[in-house]
């Protein structure tokens, strides 16, 4: 009785610890969001004059990073909403919507009056009722220059029959943050985490949240069990069997002043609804089999064909006091709820017997299908290795081949079965952290990301196709060119530049805007596109 009161105990004092820096960071980001509200406004004000729908024929988006990518529950579409790029001096923000017709394989860019603000790291879901509706919730703003942060608490639905954006007011919802996840479960959202950071302070989130989609209204779930941990960036997917599961993810905690240590975290639990017990929910804790993700964050997660949960890249930070440095990753994992089990998806190569024998370590010899992408260069692919320990002391080599970029995208020819075609490495993406994935048809689609190279970080728009029932090699939709992006070195006139970008850049953006949709032709750079600064 005595362990278990005093368990009891520990736990209420856990929950005012958290209260007191919930209130804490609350008190301190008031200020910094009031002045960001009223930049917000100004956006909104000038969204407000677009009166009516216009669809406009483009290239595809400029490069960007955790905006949302999902699919059309009735039309061979991808929506790609929001966002954000990073040019060295200032991070800029999108609300913009891009429709891409797969069949088509053709952009475009879609302005609906009275969008939802500029945001980066929101969560977007999309369920079939009326035609098809896009949820989106949460997300941040900040200022220019990266200093300030404002985290959103609204719910937005596009109604995809009619193309419109209502905003869904509805008391009692989540507080305001970035990197949650949210899915659809039965006629419910269901959302879990994220984070909420000021100039000085920041708090990560293990609340759970439902909305119901009938009545429109919010409500707190108070699972019982011991649950994760707070955290952002986690996966978050609905099993066949009707449960929640959440793998992974980032939180950070202060060690001393000025000093804090992030948490890759590799635990995986099991939200279940428990039956005939309306509202009530219990964590568990699992522990699957099979060859599992290494510990990362900023990987990206979709849901596969036969209820599979698919997770794609991501980054393994390695701390120390004064530095981070990070390996970016570009390999898929697949968990499989039915039988608790993770497996790499390791890709079988297009049907060549001598790629074969050359990719013997990388592929599975499951039998190939006809190549239906473009070739790598011919330069050898590297190997990487290193060791990583995991949260329960395990330590997990990681071996991982690293390839060069792919040319520009050709058309197939009858030759590339040819030895020297053969001997080339598989096309597939450069590593990278925060892409957008959505599955379609039994096809996964990847979008744009970031990596490091340097002090430099270089934000993607490279798109890219993966047959998931094949699973033979990616295939380039787009490919871009990272050397030739924009790349600022902070200055000491950087000051006057976030002045600019925040108050007197948005005429000129304007009017930039305008040429690009008049040509269809979006620049490569964020120069010429609405938008406004944000960080992830």
Request: include cysteine; proline fraction near 6%; charge should be negative.
């Amino acid at each position: 009785m005595g362990k278990k009161g005093k368990k009891e105990k520990k736990g209420r004092g856990a929950e005012k610890t958290a209260a007191k820096m919930e209130k804490k960071v609350s008190k301190r980001s008031r200020k910094e969001e009031e002045d960001l509200e009223a930049l917000i406004a100004h956006f909104q004000t000038l969204d407000a004059k677009k009166t009516q729908i216009v669809e406009t024929p483009c290239s595809p988006p400029s490069p960007r990073l955790n905006a949302s990518l999902s699919a059309h529950p009735e039309k061979d579409e991808l929506i790609l909403f929001g966002g954000e790029y990073f040019n060295g001096q200032k991070t800029f923000l999108y609300n913009e919507l891009y429709i891409y017709n797969i069949r088509k394989d053709s952009w475009t860019k879609v302005e609906i009056p009275s969008p939802p603000p500029r945001r980066c790291a929101h969560q977007a879901v999309v369920v079939p009722q009326g035609g098809g509706q896009l949820w989106i919730f949460g997300g941040e703003f900040a200022s220019p220059d990266g200093e300030q942060f404002y985290h959103y608490k609204d719910l937005w639905v596009l109604h995809l029959a009619t193309k419109t954006w209502e905003q869904v007011r509805s008391p009692g919802g989540p507080s305001g943050r970035s990197g949650h996840r949210m899915v659809a479960w039965k006629r419910q959202l269901i959302l879990f985490g994220g984070f909420h950071e000021s100039t000085r302070d920041y708090i990560y989130y293990n609340d759970v949240y439902a909305f119901d989609l009938d009545t429109f209204m919010w409500s707190k779930l108070s699972p019982s069990g011991t649950g994760p941990t707070p955290r952002s960036g986690c996966q978050m997917s609905v099993t066949p069997q009707g449960s929640i599961v959440i793998y992974g993810g980032y939180s950070k905690q202060r060690v001393k002043k000025d000093v804090d240590k992030g948490t890759q975290h590799s635990d995986m639990f099991l939200l279940k609804s428990e039956e005939g017990k309306e509202g009530r929910w219990v964590w568990t804790r699992i522990n699957p089999s099979g060859t599992k993700p290494t510990p990362r964050s900023g990987f990206s997660v979709a849901m596969a064909p036969n209820s599979q949960t698919l997770l794609f890249g991501g980054v393994c930070d390695e701390e120390e006091e004064e530095s981070l440095e990070g390996d970016f990753l570009n390999d898929l994992y697949f968990y499989d709820a039915t039988k608790n089990r993770w497996f790499a998806g390791q890709l079988k190569g297009p049907k060549s017997e001598k790629r074969k024998r050359r990719r013997g370590t990388k592929a599975e010899p499951e039998g190939a299908n006809k190549q239906e992408c473009e070739e790598a260069s011919a330069q050898a692919p590297l190997e990487v290795v290193r060791e990583v320990i995991t949260e329960d002391g395990t330590v997990v080599t990681i071996k991982q081949m690293l390839t060069a970029p792919g040319p520009s995208k050709q058309p197939q020819s009858d030759e590339d079965d040819s030895p020297e075609e053969a001997g080339g490495p598989l096309v597939e993406p450069r590593p990278r952290s925060n892409a957008m994935l959505a599955v379609k048809h039994g096809r996964l689609y990847l979008y744009g990301g970031m990596f490091e190279a340097g002090d430099r970080q270089v934000t993607l728009s490279d798109f890219y196709c993966l047959d998931l029932h094949k699973k033979d090699q990616w295939m380039v939709l787009v490919e871009a060119d990272p050397d030739t992006q924009e790349w600022l070195e902070e200055t000491d006139s950087e000051d006057s530049d976030a002045g600019e970008g925040a108050e007197g850049g948005e005429e000129d953006e304007e009017d930039e805007d305008s040429s690009e949709e008049d040509q269809g032709v979006p620049t490569v750079t964020p120069s010429g596109c609405e938008q406004v600064a944000c960080t992830a």
